[in-house]
């Protein structure tokens, strides 16, 4: 069939007009770049935006409009305005090119962003575990748009999910009892933020509320409070402190043989706990009063650990953290060969 000259020139404007409407544009592309901004006191994290001020500006504003962190807009918008611009310079290129991988922690606290030095002190101590180990840690921003997620783990090689506040018990199907700080948004978003990682095939460590939130997306359950609950008549957390008791571990798991010990001293600051365990995962470590201080999936993708390992620079904790880079650069190896 031929086309008629008069129709064949409106018919290519139609379809050179459709093609355009349906290529997303430069500027379209651009508000979807990984920003590093640097969180003074605490060290760079991912967002989202052409360009780190406008990623800010954005992150502040979304948090605000869905009221993740609800009367918290003042310090936000006091927050937004003093980092708008504060970027070092290629830390992502940086680590790619000297070959560290790339360690995303993701965390859920407010205060770890808003607060003080006291406030950050775990998430720090978190990134100062995995540049020892040799990797090159990056921070992911509490409750972000769910649309993001992909594009903010696409950079990394492995997921670390830091400590923090109790894990809303409408996530395991029980009404509140004797559980506190809840934000049932905030946790939405940080288990689909485990399934996309899941998804993409990145390995998963979780501390403390990291772990208690792994097992709840893997099904499982969580004592609301360890002695309130009757789980134990031992507390592990003091007075707004730490608590140190033994941890042993099961030599036939993955992170028995990791760390090749037995009983340990370890560091615990927590009042809830593992209650009916997550299907697929397995218990590989215990207080002596039997509360669960780890687990693992079989294959060793996803770990978690009740206790802090990056509390003290210890054996264990080496091993942990160092075993976290080694499996992130054997993802790292495993993604570059897929592309090629």
Known sequence: MRLRPHLFRPLALAVALGLLLAAPSANARSRHQPQVVEIPGLGPMLLMGP??????RSYVAGLERRRIYPGAEGALAAWGQGLA???PEGVLALAKQEGRPLVGIQLNELRTLVGGKADKAGARAIAAAVTRAGGQPVFLPPGAARSQIDRLLTPLDHL???GGDDV??????RPVTHAEQLLDARDRYEQKVIRRALARGLGIDGICRGQQLLNVTFGGTLFQDLILDGATTTPHRGRGAQVEHAVTFDPDTRLGELTGVGRVLCVSRHHQAVERLGKGLRVAARAPDGIIEAVETLSGQVRGYQFHPEARADAVGDAIFSDVVRRALRHRVHAA???D
């Open 85 to 87: 611009g504060a970027q």
């Open 168 to 173: 809303h018990p409408k996530l395991y199907r």
């Open 51 to 56: 360009s780190a001020r406008a990623a800010v």
């Open 160 to 162: 670390v999910l830091a």
């Open 337 to 339: 060969s897929s592309v």
